[in-house]
């Protein structure tokens, strides 16, 4: 079974402050693969990025920056010089192939709030 | 513009009452999906569908039903049978039903029970 846990539940930063989501999923399938998603008021998710099982590179667009770290099962999401459009739930999610189809575990978020 | 289009925004249902939440996606992807978001929670699958006139049960189908007549359109009917139906419905698409595949959401459909 897949498990996504997002322990932070709610971080509250001020404007221009650095802030870090945390991501630690399980699953036994050696192919897989991690994603975050914003979750703004307006309700729908929106894609942030995509990795799979294999490549651990770190990424970098822009503000944001994620860690994959396979040794700790992590999948960490940082932004730098937060802004109050960051506002918002953000979900991590792992999918793995099952049965010819994707199934996708979602943690369940972490809310962020930027103050000005 | 292409994209998937989720209405009514707000529904309300009645005790008894089927209620049906419309799901269309101009994308022209294979796979489909229908979520359940409860407060603190993540999303949980209701349906998914692979192809037209296909669809299978999710994490927890109990008390809905689905279609998949045409591919752009996949509507979701909240049944009398689910006797908790409070919550935020979210409908996917992908381009197919590989893992890899990023899923494209819908704004969502707020359903509450009078």
């Known amino acids: 079974a897949q498990k996504v846990t997002q322990a932070q539940t709610e971080i509250s930063v001020v404007e221009k402050e650095d802030v870090t989501l945390d991501c630690v999923y399980e699953?036994?399938?050696?192919?897989?693969?991690l994603f975050w998603y914003k979750q703004p008021p307006s309700g729908e998710l929106v894609f942030l990025i995509r990795r799979n099982s294999f490549d651990e590179q770190n990424e970098i667009s822009g503000r944001y920056s994620w860690n994959f770290q396979k040794s700790t099962s992590s999948f960490n999401f940082t932004i730098t010089a937060s802004q109050v459009v960051d506002s918002a739930v953000y979900f991590c999610?792992?999918?793995?192939?099952?049965?010819?189809?994707?199934?996708?575990?979602f943690g369940t978020g972490t809310k962020l709030q930027v103050i000005p | 513009d292409g994209g998937i289009t989720q209405s009514p925004k707000y529904l309300f249902r009645k005790e008894g009452q089927n209620v049906t939440l419309s799901c269309e996606q101009n994308?022209?992807?294979?796979?489909m999906y229908w979520y359940r978001q409860d407060p603190g929670q993540g999303l949980r699958l209701i349906y998914y569908s692979q192809i037209v006139n296909d669809f299978q049960k999710g994490d927890i189908a109990e008390g809905y039903s689905v279609s998949r007549e045409k591919k752009e359109s996949f509507p979701l009917t909240v049944t009398s049978a689910q006797k908790n139906p409070t919550a935020f419905y979210l409908c996917a698409s992908s381009i197919d039903g590989l893992a890899k595949n990023i899923q494209y959401f819908g704004a969502g459909t707020r359903l509450s029970v009078l």
């Open positions: 699953t036994r399938d050696t192919t897989y693969y």
């Open positions: 994308l022209n992807h294979d796979a």
């Open positions: 999610a792992l999918s793995v192939p099952s049965g010819g189809y994707q199934k996708v575990t």
